[in-house]
């Protein structure tokens, strides 16, 4: 006996809840880049052809700041503020994750036949700890202050693409001028000469925030626009 499509039928199903798979995707995106951007900041990448510096891990920054505009954009300031608080989970995970590695025994093939490889993962990434502590503390001030500075930008609605790149490259820069300062002095503060790195890392951020943000954000719209109508 076939099941008739009744209240009494549907109301059986188990809920279910539906996202926008534009958000599902760069909530995915999101997650990635908050472990990915501690991880790279180990390295520091020179500004050709002067002599200051730029800690790696600000390509995946610059992305979160894209994505979590994105998500203010298209999904409200509330939901992104609210990834935001939750990034702090796979970075947490991570860096767990990380000690129990560094403190479990290393296979005796690797111990004998790959000791240099041993002794550099061990030691850039017992190290690295510092870089993931001062992280959060720049990661949750700037991509908050971003997120305040670009919904205070809209205005009364105005959500044109000339309006949504002026409002994004506005709050990039100024939260990556913030984040610069913040993470670089904890994190490397002690450790080596760190006023090249910082006036590098301003630089560059504010730069990329005024030429390269702007457009990113605009894809990333459109990209969370098309694949929500799939």
Do not use: C
Request: charged letters at 10%; aromatic letters at 10%; glycine letters at 6%.
């Amino acid at each position: 006996m076939e099941h008739s499509d009744t209240p009494e039928h549907q109301s059986a199903q188990p809920n279910t809840v539906t996202m926008p798979l534009g958000l599902f995707v760069f909530v995915l995106l999101y997650g990635g880049m908050t472990v990915l951007a501690g991880v790279l900041a180990y390295k520091q990448v020179q500004l050709w052809p002067s002599n200051l510096a730029v800690e790696s891990g600000i390509f995946a920054f610059l992305l979160l700041v894209v994505i979590s505009s994105t998500i203010a954009q298209l999904y409200g300031k509330a939901l992104a503020q609210r990834i935001v608080w939750w990034g702090f989970l796979p970075l947490f995970i991570a860096s767990v994750l990380m000690q129990l590695v560094l403190g479990l025994p290393a296979s005796p093939e690797m111990v004998q036949g790959r000791a240099e490889d041993l002794a550099a993962f061990e030691r850039v990434h017992s190290t690295v700890w510092r870089v993931w502590a001062a992280g959060p503390a720049a990661y949750i001030v700037s991509l908050l202050l971003n997120i305040w500075i670009f919904e205070r930008l809209r205005g009364s609605g105005d959500s044109t693409t000339w309006s949504l790149m002026v409002r994004g490259a506005i709050a990039s820069a100024l939260s990556q001028a913030v984040d610069s300062v913040i993470f670089i002095f904890l994190a490397f503060y002690g450790l080596f000469p760190i006023m090249n790195l910082m006036i590098g890392q301003v630089i560059a951020k504010v730069s990329l925030s005024i030429i390269l943000v702007p457009i990113l954000i605009t894809l990333g719209v459109r990209a969370a626009q098309w694949l929500d109508r799939r």
